[in-house]
Nanobody, 119 residues
Framework: VQLQASGGGLVQAGGSLKLSCAAS????????MGWYRQAPGKQRELVAA????????YADSVKGRFTISRDNAKSTVVYLQMNSLKPEDTAVYYC?????????????WGQGTLVTVSS
């Protein structure tokens, strides 16, 4: 299984970016997909996650600004729409997914995509 993230870049404060993450491989089912981020000198933190049921959860710092979505419950692509970006949103964003394959249920990570918000 591989997760391929894209969409990062440089944006001014107040701007928007949309991240995408596509899962591929021998996938039976996807329980959840989400985004984490890690800023320089800080620990990796959850940004947003969406379960197969549609339940979502967000970090308090991004509520009302970021939206996580999938095209449908069986989609292998997850999006993170980021609006009203702030300099403190600058980080490497990692896609994460809880995926069931024929070997069992495992956690997978994408390669990370850099988001830089200038003030």
């Amino acid at each position: 299984v591989q997760l391929q993230a894209s969409g990062g870049g440089l944006v001014q404060a107040g701007g928007s970016l949309k991240l995408s993450c596509a899962a591929s491989g021998d996938i039976v089912d996807i329980n959840a997909m989400g985004w984490y981020r890690q800023a320089p000198g800080k620990q990796r933190e959850l940004v947003a996650a969406r379960r197969r049921s549609g339940t979502t959860n967000y970090a308090d710092s991004v509520k009302g600004r970021f939206t996580i979505s999938r095209d449908n419950a069986k989609s292998t692509v997850v999006y993170l729409q980021m609006n009203s970006l702030k300099p403190e949103d600058t980080a490497v964003y990692y896609c994460n997914a809880e995926i069931r394959t024929w070997s069992g249920l495992n956690d997978y990570w994408g390669q990370g995509t850099l988001v830089t918000v200038s003030s």
